[in-house]
Antibody, heavy 118, light 107 residues
Framework: EVKLVESGGGLVQPGGSLRLSCATS????????MSWVRQPPGKALEWLGF??????????EYSASVKGRFTISRDNSQSILYLQMNTLRAEDSATYYC?????????WGQGTLVTVSA | DILLTQSPAILSVSPGERVSFSCRAS??????IHWYQQRTNGSPRLLIKYASESISGIPSRFSGSGSGTDFTLSINSVESEDIADYYCQQSNSWPTTFGAGTKLELK
């Protein structure tokens, strides 16, 4: 069974940093692109970026809204995906989801809530 | 970036009715559109991939159609458990984008 479990969310002050984790199981982690998607309260889904699979060199792509502030990485030995978020702003407050990518986002985690507030 | 426009924003239906959701792309994307259901406080769930391909475990009352710029998700006979938000997503070109969603509510 494919499982994705996010953690690391919480309350952080504007300008602060946070690292989210996504622990995965039930599939060969290195075979897949992995992505982060967020959803502000009551709003739509927003793709943030992805990290490619082993065959494509684990390279990354980001949306314009987070490029330069957010970094996606992966620990392939432990099948964990990360999202490092720096210089956080109030508008980054959202539920953050990790997802396994094959064109569509076939599997999603349960999400972790990040609140950026003083 | 490719803009996906979903309409209407809200759909009100009675159980047993057939309902259709629209998703229009700002440029042709072939059939690279995918549909998700998100119940209240839940994670998105993939319903249909590549415009019309079914997903294992998804009830057969869900179907998709379309190509190019106009796409439709249909529910053949709505059940109360179908009350949720529905999103389309395109994977034709990077960056992938999502529509703003359609909320399905009961009359």
């Amino acid at each position: 069974e494919v499982k994705l479990v996010e953690s690391g969310g919480g309350l952080v002050q504007p300008g602060g940093s946070l690292r989210l984790s996504c622990a995965t199981s039930g599939f060969t982690f290195t075979d897949y692109y992995m992505s982060w998607v967020r959803q502000p309260p009551g709003k739509a889904l927003e793709w943030l970026g992805f990290i490619r699979n082993k065959a494509n060199g684990y390279t990354t792509e980001y949306s314009a809204s987070v490029k330069g502030r957010f970094t996606i990485s992966r620990d392939n030995s432990q099948s964990i995906l990360y999202l490092q978020m720096n210089t956080l702003r109030a508008e980054d407050s959202a539920t953050y989801y990790c997802a396994r990518v094959t064109g569509p986002f076939a599997y999603w985690g349960q999400g972790t809530l990040v609140t950026v507030s003083a | 970036d490719i803009l996906l426009t979903q309409s209407p924003a809200i759909l009100s239906v009675s159980p047993g009715e057939r309902v259709s959701f629209s998703c229009r792309a700002s440029q042709s994307i072939g059939t690279s559109i995918h549909w998700y259901q998100q119940r209240t406080n839940g994670s998105p769930r993939l319903l249909i991939k590549y415009a019309s391909e079914s997903i294992s475990g998804i009830p057969s009352r869900f179907s998709g159609s379309g190509s190019g710029t106009d796409f439709t998700l249909s529910i053949n006979s709505v059940e109360s458990e179908d009350i949720a938000d529905y999103y389309c997503q395109q994977s034709n070109s990077w960056p992938t984008t999502f529509g703003a969603g359609t909320k399905l509510e009961l009359k």
